[in-house]
């Protein structure tokens, strides 16, 4: 499993956009890149994956460029609650083995 | 989207006794769960997988002995906490994978908060 590193945390205010970046140099051909989003005492949940360039669903944007050394999550209009721990995983899931590192909390303000 | 359940959401015993957490899939048949730990202010650790039918796999460092774990059936995994004693007390999640949807995408449950006096 290709090493993450990611901002340990990120301060916003309700309505702007939070992009959280995450590297991931040692990536391999076939790992694919996942994000999830962990509330506090609460199980994580899925938000989006991609392999390569842009993936968008209702919840959030997922940037990645050609090289794939790193990627973006793109988070539209926070609100307080989008308040929580955001991880960024990548592998080939081969496995189906999720290996999380320390992840981002994100603190949004009124 | 597919739901995971635990029971308890949360459990308190004393230091000595086992407790254990189901780990149900609602919706979908899951051949395989994953059962972590978190402590506070820390990221999950995986400790074991879960496989339908079979011995789970535990990772390093995790004592199978300590962390018993059955998946008796398609939707159903346990983890008994043996012996229990309060460095045990954590906050235990497990997670699952429906075969039939994304392959990259995995359920977790709402988690199991053990304090162990």
């Known amino acids: 499993l290709a090493k993450t590193t990611q901002p340990i945390s990120m301060d916003s205010y309700e309505g702007q956009e939070v992009n959280i970046t995450c590297s991931h140099n040692n990536i391999a051909t076939n790992d694919y890149i996942t994000w999830y989003q962990q509330f506090p005492s609460q199980g994580p949940r899925f938000i989006i994956q991609?392999?390569?360039t842009k993936v968008t669903n209702e919840v959030a944007s997922l940037f990645i460029p050609a090289d794939r050394k790193s990627s973006t999550l793109s988070l539209p209009r926070v609100s307080l609650s989008d308040t929580a721990v955001y991880y960024c995983l990548v592998g080939d899931m081969g496995d189906y083995k999720l290996s999380f590192g320390a992840g981002t909390t994100v603190t949004v303000r009124a | 989207g597919a739901v995971v359940s635990q029971h308890p959401s949360w459990v308190i015993c004393k230091s000595g006794t086992s407790v254990k957490i189901e780990c149900r899939s609602l919706?979908?048949?899951?051949?395989?769960m994953f059962w972590y730990r978190q402590f506070p202010k820390q990221s999950l650790m995986l400790m074991a997988t879960?496989?339908?039918?079979?011995?789970?796999?535990?990772e390093q460092g995790v004592e199978k002995d300590k962390f018993l774990i059955n998946h008796a059936s398609l939707t159903l995994s346990t983890l008994t906490v043996t012996s229990a004693h309060p460095e045990d007390s954590s906050f235990y999640i497990c997670?699952?994978?429906?075969?039939?949807?994304?392959?990259?995408?995995?359920?977790f449950g709402p988690g199991t908060r053990l304090t162990v006096t």
């Open positions: 997670s699952a994978r429906d075969p039939t949807g994304n392959p990259y995408e995995q359920y």
């Open positions: 919706d979908f048949q899951a051949t395989t």
């Open positions: 991609g392999y390569k």
């Open positions: 879960s496989n339908e039918g079979s011995k789970a796999t535990y």
